[in-house]
């Protein structure tokens, strides 16, 4: 009982939620797929990759993803999506490069409360995705959200710098204040409190619900 446990007095709860890691799903089994998986690992994601040919998946640079999945990428998405598999913590990256597979991505992706979507391609592909994602009846308001060509300007180059400047990408877009320019540059103090609070949003603070006794403690794990 708690009158046994606390010695008489009520025991103190110590409630901590805790939330899962937020996930990153990158489609596209290809060079910049593989260095991408990594990378967001690196920075606490929950990774998926989803290609879909079979044969491209099962290679085994790509055994650090959390989830390797074979299967149309729009379709995959939309799936986790009505599963409540995603939420606005989650971030898209369509490396696939090919617009039968990107344009049907997009426009499922567009409908979705995202964090962050970002799509590989050069400003001319940029350009024609807009127009093929305009004439599906796209609203031109949700494509501002679309960050394309994926990635930073950091001139990078091999598959290893493009998965930088992408992450680079991701982690800016997580607060306003971030500027992309070199800290030397920056007058004031580096890490701003907005910064601050946005890397500690994903974990909500516990809450006591009783009145505190000694050092008697019952923590609760959600």
Same mark, same amino acid.
């Not at 709860?13 to 089994?29: D, H, S, W």
């Not at 090919?98 to 050069?122: E, N, R, V």
């Not at 940029?126 to 994926?150: E, F, Y």
């Not at 409190?193 to 009783?210: E, F, I, N, W």
């Given at each position: 009982?708690?009158e046994a446990y606390c010695g008489g007095e009520p025991p103190t709860l110590l409630v901590e939620t805790r939330l899962p890691p937020p996930r990153l799903l990158v489609f596209g089994a290809n060079d910049f797929g593989a260095a991408l998986v990594p990378q967001a690992k690196l920075l606490g994601y929950?990774? +998926? ?13 790509? !055994?650090?993803?959390?989830?390797? =999945? ?5 379709? %995959?998405?939309?799936?986790?999506? $009505?599963? *409540?598999?995603?939420? @606005? ?7 696939? #490069? ?5 344009? &049907? /991505?997009?426009? +499922? ?6 964090? %962050? /979507?970002?799509?590989? *391609? ?7 995705? =807009?127009?093929?994602?305009? !004439? ?7 494509? !501002? ?12 180059? +091999? ?16 607060? @306003?204040?971030?500027? *992309? ?15 601050? $609070? ?6 909500? &603070?516990?809450?006591?619900? @009783?009145? &505190? ?7 609760? #794990?959600?």
């Amino acid at each position: 009982s708690a009158e046994a446990y606390c010695g008489g007095e009520p025991p103190t709860l110590l409630v901590e939620t805790r939330l899962p890691p937020p996930r990153l799903l990158v489609f596209g089994a290809n060079d910049f797929g593989a260095a991408l998986v990594p990378q967001a690992k690196l920075l606490g994601y929950r990774v +998926t990759l989803c290609d879909a040919r079979p044969a491209f998946v099962q290679q085994p640079r790509f !055994a650090a993803a959390d989830d390797v =999945v074979a299967s149309w990428p729009h379709r %995959y998405l939309a799936g986790e999506a $009505a599963a *409540g598999r995603l939420d @606005s913590r989650s971030v898209v990256c369509v490396l696939t #490069h090919d617009p039968k597979f990107d344009i &049907p /991505l997009l426009d +499922t992706a567009l409908g979705l409360d995202l964090a %962050y /979507l970002g799509a590989m *391609g050069s400003q001319r592909s940029h350009r024609q995705r =807009v127009r093929d994602l305009l !004439a599906k009846g796209v609203d031109p308001q949700d494509l !501002a959200r679309l960050h394309s060509p994926i990635g930073l300007d950091l001139q990078a180059v +091999t598959p290893a710098e493009v998965a930088v400047s992408i992450m680079a990408q991701v982690i800016a877009s997580r607060n @306003s204040a971030a500027t *992309g320019q070199p800290l030397s540059e920056r007058s004031g103090p580096i890490h701003s409190p907005a910064a601050a $609070a946005a890397a500690h949003s994903s974990r909500p &603070p516990a809450v006591v619900l @009783s009145r &505190p006794v000694n050092e008697d403690r019952a923590l609760i #794990h959600i």
